[in-house]
């Protein structure tokens, strides 16, 4: 009697896991090593590469899947709503970092910071915004699957339009080298990705 096939979604989905426990550490050990408060502080940074990290794999993986299968039990899917998930939960990690570093925990002061960083102080309204609805959007996708691969097309598409958007200015527009490189590399292949997905569906 011959063994199943293996899953390889497994593999993909405990890679997911490790690299968000991954993060977890590294952005411990960055706090350890150096608790004084900056703007520019690693364990920001890091806590929002590993953040990235995990919102291009699920994108990719959505791009990859039709909306209507989101709420399946397919393992790619599987894979794709870990990854939403656990960046969310990162990028909260993020952003709890950057009020502590480099804001105290001030709104004045964080609106102070990306007044000179961007020449629109409100805009830190926008992230926010983006932290909250990232929140949200993981939770109806984990909680109510079936729900979350019924919701209207133009709700999907609107959400991650504005959340692609919103990384590309955190990570190239408004980026560091050698982030904005790698990011812009990144940003280039989902294009492509898109594209390829837009052309087949119009073939």
């Given at each position: 009697m011959t063994a199943p096939p293996a899953d390889p979604s497994r593999r993909w989905l405990a890679f997911a896991v490790a690299l968000f426990l991954l993060g977890l550490a590294w952005t411990a050990v960055d706090i350890a090593l150096d608790q004084t408060p900056k703007l520019r502080h690693r364990a920001t940074l890091d806590s929002a590469y590993f953040a990235f990290a995990l919102w291009v794999g699920a994108v990719v993986l959505l791009l990859r899947a039709p909306a209507t299968e989101w709420g399946g039990?397919?393992?790619?899917?599987?894979?794709?709503?870990?990854c939403w998930a656990l960046g969310a939960v990162m990028f909260w990690l993020h952003v709890a970092v950057a009020f502590h570093f480099a804001h105290r925990?001030?709104?004045a002061n964080g609106v102070r910071h990306v007044e000179e960083t961007s020449g629109?102080?409100?805009?830190?309204?926008?992230?926010?915004?983006f932290t909250l609805l990232w929140a949200a959007d993981a939770g109806w996708w984990t909680?109510?699957?079936a729900s979350y691969a019924?919701?209207?097309r133009w709700l999907g598409i609107g959400v991650h339009?504005?959340?692609?958007?919103i990384v590309l200015n955190g990570?190239?527009?408004f980026g560091h080298t050698p982030m904005r490189e790698v990011s812009g590399g990144i940003f280039a292949v989902l294009?492509?990705?898109?594209?390829?997905?837009?052309?087949?569906l119009n073939e």
């Open positions: 039990p397919s393992g790619s899917v599987r894979v794709a709503r870990w925990w001030s709104h629109f102080g409100p805009g830190l309204f926008v992230s926010y915004f909680t109510r699957p019924r919701r209207p339009a504005f959340m692609a958007f990570t190239v527009v294009a492509g990705v898109l594209v390829s997905r837009w052309w087949k």
